[in-house]
């Protein structure tokens, strides 16, 4: 299992790492400011467009094999990136990972399912995993920013060579080749729209950060949703579908889908703004304000083994419900920030209050997200897990970077004041959409605690109550 967990840390991990070494990596590589959000971006868009079909090669290939040759390919772009000399070297270099990045998450994913199928050791073992997604996230800024600050901006690349060589040896010695039984045949019209439209919805929301009139940011956005539309009318009809709708359209799946979306737009999104706040307006230096975000991990860690331990008396529903109020607690508290804020009093309350709510979410939500899958579809349901996260989180970025420079052009007094009323309206949107979650959980999630906790054999999911 820790194989599994380490390399979907590192893609967790691989989209937040390279942010705060974006104007070292600039400088020297002598990359434009209008070039340079794509090194951030490239692999948001390779990861997010191809997750899907790197779900049904896991499944289809064998997730294993898919594993292996996922994480060798990840290691040599990474290497590729590290070494780069050229300026559009490191953006290719994280569209190589972003591809690599989903087959292995998926597969990864989907090794866990099967490697568990029920009792408390699938609990424990989504709990872990469930923390993973903070986790990577807050890790990644840490790491970069303490790589940017005392090695190179190169590390950030360099540092996931040999942990996918530890995770690529590890699986390779210790997991049993598993794969889908049956037809595998690919649904090839399923796989162009799904990429197509994904790839869209991503590449749309990253260019609303400029303003949601721009033709590259509506355009883009409208073609995704058409295309998806596409895509969910040939899936219905295919022998053979990409993503098999009993997957997505059962309640309790669905719920842990859209939780993991807009949980994807407050995580990403939110910890954007909260960096930006901690090193802008406080004044950090990127590894301090690495180190500024730990009681979020921390606590986030805690959360989530006790409540794996009590999934059996809480069942899925209650702290679905209950995580996103912690959320948006968290979120609501920091609209106070101000251009003479303290640490103490604004940041780290709320960096705890954030760390208990994404531990209640995660952990039943990818446990959720699995329960009841067909073997045979456990790759593709972990890619849409993932793929709903990328996409929430590409939006959340747009949203928010939208509403703070709005906010921010409005407010009076100095820059710091300007900048700390944006990143306040931002956190009010994300609290906005925190809360969602909520509701959604308590109206969708129908299964019974018994079911949930494993403690009965994993079947399909069916005379939930």
Known sequence: MATQLLDSGMVVLDGTIVNLALPQLQAHMGISDSTRAWVVTAYALALGAFLLLGGRIADFWGRKRTFIVAAAGFAVASLIGGIAQEAWEPIGARVLQGVFAALLAPAALALLTVSFPGGKDRGTAFAIFGSISGVGAAIGVLLGGYLTDYVSWRWCFFVNVPIAIIALIGVSLKVRERKAGGSTKYDWPGVVLAALGLG????????????????????????????????????????????????????????????????????????????????????????????????????????????????????????????????????????????????????????????????????????????????????????????????????GIALFSTIAAAATAAAGGTQLAALSSGYSAVFLWAAGVAILIAPIAVVLINIDRQTFSGTESDAPVVHLG
Do not use: C
């Open 200 to 395: 869209s919805l991503v590449y749309g929301f990253t260019n609303a950060e400029h303003g949601w009139g721009e033709p590259e940011a509506w355009g883009f956005i409208a073609a995704g949703v058409i295309l998806l539309v596409l895509f969910v009318a040939v899936e219905k009809k295919v022998k053979h579908p990409l993503l098999p709708l009993r997957i997505a359209t059962e309640r309790n799946r669905a719920a842990a889908f859209l939780a993991s979306f807009l949980s994807g737009a407050v995580l990403i999104g939110g910890i954007l703004f909260i960096n930006f706040y901690i090193q802008i307006v406080l004044g950090f230096k990127p590894f301090l304000a690495g180190i500024a975000s730990l009681p979020m991990t921390l606590v986030l860690m805690v959360t989530a083994g006790i409540v794996a331990k009590n999934l059996p008396k809480l069942g899925a529903k209650i702290p679905t419900a209950l995580g996103p109020v912690f959320m948006a607690a968290a979120m609501l508290w920091l609209t106070g920030v101000t251009a003479d804020g303290s640490y103490a009093v604004i940041m780290l309350p709320a960096l705890i209050l954030m760390g208990i709510g994404l531990g209640m979410v995660f952990v039943p939500m990818q446990n959720l997200a699995l329960f009841g899958v067909d073997k045979d579809d456990s790759g593709v349901a972990g890619a849409l897990v993932n793929t709903s996260q990328q996409i929430g989180g590409s939006l």
